[in-house]
């Protein structure tokens, strides 16, 4: 079966650093998403990791360690803008991508 | 480039009835992937066209439907409306469709059914 793991919910404050844990069961997985999603927007895309490993870009990291099925999106210096749901999706051989059920980030002033 | 587009935005139906959304994608893009978003269930995979050929499929029941056209435009169609089917439906495109392809998404079309 497809599963994907994600917090719901998860509250931090403004300037300080958060990470959005995701653990997945994916038949043929190839790689890994991450989408951020503003309420009443559409997704934009984040990052994609398909080798072991964390990838920094800006304020934004993504690690995937395929062995565990395991991947987090690091958040640092926080800001406002940043309250949204992020969305964890499995990019599989083959097959469609699949999306987690999405954790909804609030930033705190 | 232009993003993706979909029309209409908002939509109110009642049961029973049916209802088409488009999808236009990047150009040069060729696949279009079609999503239902609820605040439930999150983002599930209705199907994907690929040179006008559903390549993929989700589990969702036969009065989905979808085709895409010469140009990869895309309509997905829902036959016999129900309350359950109102929903955020986003459409996504993506050049090739292959591994690692990102999808950019359109703004979505909301459905209501009453």
């Known amino acids: 079966g497809q599963n994907i793991d994600q917090p719901t919910e998860m509250t931090a404050t403004e300037g300080a650093i958060v990470q959005i844990n995701c653990t997945y069961q994916?038949?043929?997985?190839?790689?890994l998403f991450w989408y951020q999603q503003h309420a009443g927007e559409a997704p934009t895309f984040l990052s994609y990791?398909?080798?072991?490993g964390l990838e920094e870009k800006g304020r934004f990291s993504s690690f995937l360690s395929r062995s565990k099925g395991y991947s987090y999106l690091l958040l640092k210096e926080l800001q406002m803008k940043d309250s949204a749901s992020y969305l964890c999706?499995?990019?599989?051989?083959?097959?469609?991508?699949?999306f987690g059920p999405g954790t909804r980030l609030s930033v705190l002033p | 480039k232009a993003g993706v587009t979909q029309t209409p935005r908002y939509l109110i139906k009642t049961r029973g009835q049916q209802v088409t959304l488009s999808c236009s994608p990047i150009?040069?893009?060729?696949?279009v992937s079609w999503y239902q978003q609820t605040p439930g269930q999150g983002l599930q995979f209705l199907f994907e066209y690929f040179s006008e050929t559903q390549r993929n499929k989700g589990n969702f029941p036969g009065r989905f439907s979808g085709r895409q056209f010469s140009n990869s435009r895309s309509e997905m169609n829902v036959s016999t409306l129900e309350l359950g089917d109102s929903a955020l439906y986003l459409c996504?495109?993506?050049?090739?469709?292959?591994?690692?392809?990102?999808?950019?998404f359109g703004p979505g079309t909301r459905l209501t059914v009453t």
């Open positions: 990791n398909v080798l072991d």
């Open positions: 996504a495109s993506t050049s090739l469709g292959g591994q690692g392809d990102e999808q950019y």
């Open positions: 150009s040069g893009h060729r696949s």
């Open positions: 994916t038949s043929g997985f190839n790689g």
């Open positions: 999706v499995s990019d599989n051989y083959g097959q469609n991508f699949v």
